[in-house]
Each structure stands twice: as structure tokens, then as C-alpha cells.
């Protein structure tokens, strides 16, 4: 058995340049509107959480997850940033198509940009899905989200976990890469240490999902 593998460290994610073909985000739409069972699961983890209030969601892509939770809150708004300016397009006609566009805003922007997250405000709730594995500098992304909630907001993400044995199965899959890039639950609970984070929980979704719930509970100096 070959431990480096096992062992293997996370693949830093490379630099993406952003959707800016139309028929590429239409076909992205199609394919999250073919994953609505599992964001059904991620929507009722947020909305036992928090049923109302000013909500953010990072990398919001078509704006499929983001539609089932509006149609799902009692009142509220919710903020949909993406860097695509494309996807954004082709959201802004799925929200219209389904009747929400009075609970979504959404803005064009980047997740690392300190500057637009300041601009933003705070939110009751943060919540991020399968964006985590691309992002530069996690620890700085979830230091600023963090800084961006309420006292008592919750920052939920939900991501790939990189597990050792898909390294061994003789396949050739899209995501890999993308799994790959993600982290294992204790460097996740590495990165939260660092950032003196302590009031959170990491559960374990299937073979190789992980939802990360956060709670600001208390005003406190972050590093």
C-alpha cells in the first residue's frame, strides 16, 4: 500500500477564470437543477438554523440552491454574490422564472475581495456550497465571512472532503480534481484553531461530503 498516497496533501487549487460563456452557464444550470434532492438536504440544515433574516450566499452560481431556500424563508432577503458576471445572468432569469426575485439580490464580485465583503454588511447567516475547494486562501475567506455576521450568526459551508481510497479507483471523473483541492476535517478544524474559532461543528455527509456549521455566539477578537 502506498502511504503517500494515502497521506497525500491538498492540491492547491489553481486560478479560474470565471464562466463568460452563455451556453457554458446555461449548461452549469442544467446540470445544479439535476442536484435539487441534495441542496433540498442543505436548505432544511439552513432553515433549521435560521428560518428569516439578511442572509449571504457565497458562489452562487445559477441561483438553483438559493431559489429553494427563498421560497422556503418566512421573511428576509438574501444577497447572492458570484464573480461571474455571466452566471449571473443566467440567474437572474431562473429567480425571475420562479417568482422570487423580491427575496435575492444579486452582485457580481469576488469572495477574497475585503473591500466588497466590508461594503456588504453584516448577515444573520452565511452560507457557502462546494465553493470552499477553490478558494486561494481559505483561512482568510473564513476569517472575513466570519467578521461579516452578527453576533449569534451562523456561517454554514458545505464541500468536498479528500479521502485517500478515491486516489485508488480506476475512474476518470470531472470532480477529482475538485476533491483534490479539498480539505480533510481535521484541517479544517486546524484552520478554526488558528482563527481562534471554537463554537463550531464538522459532520461528516456520505462518503465524501462535510457540512461545517459556525456560530458567532459571542463578539471576540478573531486573529
Not at 145 to 151: G, I, V
Not at 199 to 208: E, H, L, W
Amino acid at each position: 500500500m502506498d502511504f503517500n498516497k494515502i497521506h497525500m496533501k491538498r492540491k492547491q487549487p489553481q486560478n479560474e477564470n470565471p464562466l463568460n460563456k452563455i451556453e457554458d452557464a446555461r449548461k452549469f444550470l442544467e446540470e445544479s437543477l439535476k442536484r435539487k434532492r441534495f441542496y433540498s438536504l442543505i436548505v432544511k440544515h439552513i432553515i433549521s438554523v435560521r428560518q428569516n433574516g439578511k442572509f449571504l450566499e457565497i458562489g452562487s452560481g445559477p441561483c438553483v440552491l438559493t431559489t429553494m431556500l427563498a421560497n422556503e424563508m418566512r421573511e428576509g432577503r438574501i444577497t447572492a454574490l458570484d464573480i461571474s458576471e455571466v452566471m449571473n445572468k443566467i440567474a437572474g432569469e431562473y429567480i425571475k422564472k420562479n417568482n422570487v426575485g423580491n427575496k435575492i439580490e444579486i452582485i457580481t464580485g469576488d469572495t477574497e475581495d475585503e473591500i466588497l465583503l466590508n461594503k456588504l454588511g453584516k448577515y444573520d447567516l452565511i452560507y457557502s456550497t462546494f465553493a470552499m475547494h477553490h478558494w486561494q486562501d481559505a483561512n482568510k475567506i473564513i476569517s472575513m465571512l466570519y467578521k461579516s455576521l452578527n453576533p449569534g450568526g451562523y456561517l454554514i459551508i458545505y464541500d468536498f472532503i479528500r479521502v485517500w481510497w478515491l486516489y485508488y479507483l480506476p475512474l476518470k471523473c470531472a470532480f477529482f480534481p475538485c476533491l483534490r483541492s479539498s480539505f480533510k476535517i481535521r484541517e479544517i478544524k486546524n484552520i478554526l484553531n488558528v482563527l481562534n474559532i471554537n463554537n463550531y461543528k464538522i459532520q461528516r455527509k456520505y462518503f465524501f461530503f462535510q457540512g461545517i456549521e459556525i456560530n458567532k455566539c459571542t463578539v471576540h477578537n478573531i486573529k
